[in-house]
């Protein structure tokens, strides 16, 4: 299926990044028009605009929020994370301070299945994870321009394309500690990676 965007009067529709709901929903973010859409395939993929608003700056990737259903987006612009109602009423999540500078050109987010949230920042090459108590932690850094990203929560992977190297890399999550026994030993398991079933033994061979 073709989906038809109208033409708006703050621009050209330039489309940056798409994020499905649970509902059935699907919104997709205009970065050059600071303009994010909603499609509801289920009456005939109408395209309605759920909101324009310079406070956007320059909307880049998008996800839904596991736990309120509100959409995220992050700012190429200014290094902002937004939050976007289903009404279209926007509010920040985080933002540089005027001391500070973590974020440059945020490209992509997605969330973890325990509700932490991971952006890209595509020109300082990290990737950070903000927790569920609103913590910061940089779990990669000094990666070649890394653009919109995506968790796969059932295996508790996370894959990052590089924009200029015409690839993209694979690795596991860290499982929170917080899941394990304190006396429990971490495995290759808590990121990520699960170790093949073992070969089945040649007939013949002697025990």
């Known amino acids: 299926t073709t989906i038809s965007f ?10 940056t990044d798409v994020a499905a709901s649970p509902t059935g929903l699907l919104y ?5 028009a600071n303009s994010i859409y909603r499609i509801t395939p289920s009456d005939n993929h109408r395209v309605d ?3 324009h608003d310079d406070r956007l700056a320059g909307p880049a990737g998008i996800a ?4 309120t259903n509100h959409l995220i987006a ?20 985080e933002a540089n301070g005027f001391f500070t ?13 325990w509700g932490n949230m991971y952006v890209s920042d595509f020109t300082k090459g990290k990737i950070w ?32 394309p590089y924009h200029y190297m015409h690839a993209a890399e694979m690795n596991g999550l860290e499982t929170p500690s917080g899941g394990k026994p304190k ?25």
């Not at 997709?28 to 050059?32: E, G, H, L, N, R």
């Not at 839904?64 to 736990?67: F, V």
């Not at 500078?101 to 299945?113: A, E, H, M, P």
């Not at 990520?192 to 002697?206: A, M, N, S, Y």
């Open 28 to 32: 997709a973010s205009d970065q050059t």
């Open 64 to 67: 839904i929020h596991p736990k």
């Open 6 to 15: 109208p033409s708006q009067a703050h621009g050209q529709v330039s489309l």
């Open 129 to 160: 994870r903000m927790t569920r108590d609103h913590r910061f932690q940089v779990i990669a850094e000094y990666l070649p321009a890394p653009a919109d990203i995506g968790i796969d929560r059932a295996n508790n992977l996370i894959l990052v």
């Open 49 to 51: 605009l759920l909101i």
């Open 74 to 93: 992050v700012s190429w612009e200014k290094g902002k994370i937004l939050e976007i109602t289903p009404d279209g009423q926007l509010s920040e999540l």
């Open 101 to 113: 500078s973590r974020f440059q050109n945020l490209s992509g987010v997605d969330f973890d299945q």
């Open 183 to 207: 006396d429990g030993k971490r495995t290759l398991a808590d990121y990520g990676f699960i170790p093949p079933p073992p070969k089945p033994g040649q007939e013949g061979t002697k025990k």
